[in-house]
């Protein structure tokens, strides 16, 4: 077997600053429920709520080649004969 050792007091270390920000996410990710219930309570739509915070994470040429895309694929579906829809058996 080598000589090789292992400092268990910095892998303790890394563990628990792990576990403790484990521990905190958890914490945020409850308060984030709570202001989207909060929103839910008082008429808004969650599901718009989160794309809005999900734009705004994009900078603007993200948003604006999303968007044009957006468009392109509706305007191509828009455009295309249907097409019969298998049925299961």
Do not use: C, W
């Not at 828009?78 to 829809?85: G, I, M, N, R, Y």
């Amino acid at each position: 077997m080598s000589d090789i050792s292992v400092p268990g007091g910095r892998i303790r270390s890394f563990i628990e600053r792990i576990e403790n920000l484990d521990s905190e996410l958890q914490e945020l990710n409850e308060q984030k429920k709570e202001v989207f219930s909060e929103a839910k309570g008082e008429g808004f739509d969650v599901k718009i709520l989160k794309e809005i915070i999900k734009l705004r994470k994009q900078d603007q040429d993200e948003r604006d080649e999303h968007e044009t895309l957006l468009d392109v694929y509706l305007r191509a579906l828009e455009t295309s004969e249907k097409e019969p829809v298998a049925k299961a058996a």
